[in-house]
């Protein structure tokens, strides 16, 4: 592909006439790519980079492309540019409409135009699948599921009854939506009696979901998880969580259940947010932070208890210290200790 026509397909200025007619044949990293590559620049502290990278081309601000050396695509998001970039080389492979042989699908299931069926999946009653969605090997889904258009199941996925997902959106394998809750009260002997589960998990268009991932249905409305979000590897949704808008939780997050994340939010790997908590829009968690209370919008939070981030910062910072600060405190107590009596008689203890 030549660079004009990578230019033209990602809608970005070519910095300068020069270069269009280079051949791209693939993307790499600043530090690793090759002649015939296409990198990018997405901070200002990785520009100097540019004058040594091994790429044909790259894409970045408008800034850091004045006297650049290689040929410019102008972005004022690059990283977000780039990762378009990734799909014009690498497209999602299709599978051939179709239902495999082994495949076991109701007769009450209704399946949209080009939906392709893997092998040794099940499709139970009256599910409805949309045109283009790909379901692959191994996977089931119960009763009265709902998928909607050009969404991709990967193999080993559990979609249990009722649940309803969206357009575009990417389950990746072994994840299962519409487990139960983890829902149970204690008896007066000590014992607990199951709470049944009686609500729904509802994913919305372009939500993509990690392998091994669980979202607990509801125990009386709806687990949701908002337009956008993206789910990693490993995560763990209670049962009557609302996931909103556009928001990242990385792997191994865990989130009780009641808890209420807002839009745009961003929690780190290991993440642990107790129940009924609030996380308001565009929070930011860092990693292995634990979340007991609820987070007001916009906060950056680290540690456990949570705290501020700059806090936990010079917090932290000590830790390493308290060894020797216990050690100064001690002397200084003794020495306080042993001061001469004062003029009026009394002792300084």
Known sequence: ????????????ELGGAEGVELEIMGLGSLKDASVG?????????????????????AICRAVHAVGARIPCLISSHPGADFARATRLFRPRPRKSAGVHPPAVVAGTAKLGDDVYVGPFVVVGDDVTIGNGT????????????????????HSGCVVREDTAIGDRCVLQPGVVLGSDGFGYARAGDGHYERIEQMGVVVVEDDVEIGAGTTVDRATFGETRICRGAKVDN?????????IGEDTILCAQVGLAGSTTVGRGVTLAGQVGVAGHCEIGDGVVATAQTGIPNSVEAGKVVSGY???DNRAWLKSSAVFNRLPELQKTVRRLEKEVIRLPNCDDGSTTD
Do not use: C, F, W
């Open 1 to 12: 592909m030549k660079l004009r026509e990578v230019a033209a397909a990602l809608g970005l």
């Open 37 to 57: 590559q296409l990198t990018y620049i997405a901070e200002a502290r990785h520009a100097p980079g540019l004058a040594s990278t091994g790429a044909s081309a």
């Open 134 to 153: 790909e379901i692959h090997a191994h996977t089931v889904l119960y009763d009265r599921v709902a998928i909607g258009s050009d969404t991709l199941v």
């Open 234 to 242: 490993l995560v763990q949704i209670g049962h009557n969580v609302l």
């Open 305 to 307: 208890p949570a705290i």
